[in-house]
């Protein structure tokens, strides 16, 4: 078990869906200096992708990782932690809702030796535009000032998409949430910077004044990046925490 003297855990994962906030919480968690954080390294075509290499190489990773991630996804996560706990006192990485549903990592997460960090967006609508905007500019983060894309709405594709994602936000609070190692976070809450430090001396246990190194890529009301907004106003209000307008 990755345990410290104290019983704490050294392994923690953010468990979120894209265009949560995941990389802006990276990026804090970043900050603290005994902690490294990775990304969406758990996924099933990870290996890849250029950041295998780099992955690779930082954590001096043998041969045989490849095989692991893609037969054996809880011996690469140990792995990867006990290489990385070498280097660092704290060792996590990202898991989207989607990454390999059925894989026996998810039930490794539950372990007393795992703090899960659960990041997730409560209005469905925004986050959903949000993903359409960036897969139609092949921008994830904030670019250059670039002119902003519009994108059309498909209803049922949209559907589907709600459905997928709050199976994913009960799934995981189903799984997690009765644990003192589990910590809910709200995408709105990472622009709260007393927030965001008070959630490091919490894991940590140590406080530092944060930098906010992401910026915010889109601010407009999401209906204005539409072609066709009328098709969308009745999805608007759509929140995790309040529910959905009717299909």
């Given amino acids: 078990l990755f345990l410290t003297g104290d019983g704490e855990p050294r392994a923690f994962v953010i468990i979120s869906s894209a265009r949560s906030g995941s990389n802006l919480l990276v990026s804090y968690l970043r900050q603290v200096a005994e902690a490294a954080c990775f990304g969406e390294i758990l996924r099933g075509e990870f290996p890849s992708k250029p950041g295998w290499d780099k992955l690779v190489k930082r ?17 690469f996560w140990e792995l990867f932690l006990a290489q990385g706990l070498r280097r660092r006192r704290w060792v ?28 997730w967006r409560d209005s469905t609508f925004d986050q959903y535009v949000s993903r359409l905007l960036a897969v139609e500019s092949g921008e994830w983060k904030a670019g250059d000032g670039a002119a902003e894309p519009c994108v059309t709405f498909d209803r049922d594709d ?72 009328v098709a969308a106003e009745a999805f608007v209000g759509d929140t995790l925490s309040g529910g959905f307008a009717a299909d």
């Avoid at 954590?59 to 011996?75: F, I, T």
């Fill in 59 to 75: 954590l001096d990773l043998p041969e045989s990782a490849r095989e692991l991630h893609r037969h054996d996804l809880v011996a």
């Fill in 92 to 119: 996590g990485a990202k898991a989207f809702y989607y990454h390999r549903e059925d894989d026996a990592i998810w039930s490794r997460f539950a372990a007393p030796d795992h703090r899960v960090l659960h990041l």
């Fill in 158 to 229: 949209y559907l589907r998409y709600r459905e997928g994602i709050r199976a994913g936000f009960e799934r995981t609070r189903e799984r997690y949430g009765g644990s003192e190692r589990f910590l809910d976070i709200e995408y709105r809450q990472l622009t709260d910077h007393a927030f965001v430090e008070g959630v490091l001396l919490q894991l940590f246990g140590e406080r530092i004044s944060v930098e906010e190194t992401l910026r915010r890529q889109r601010g407009r009301p999401k209906l204005e990046y539409l072609t066709n907004p």
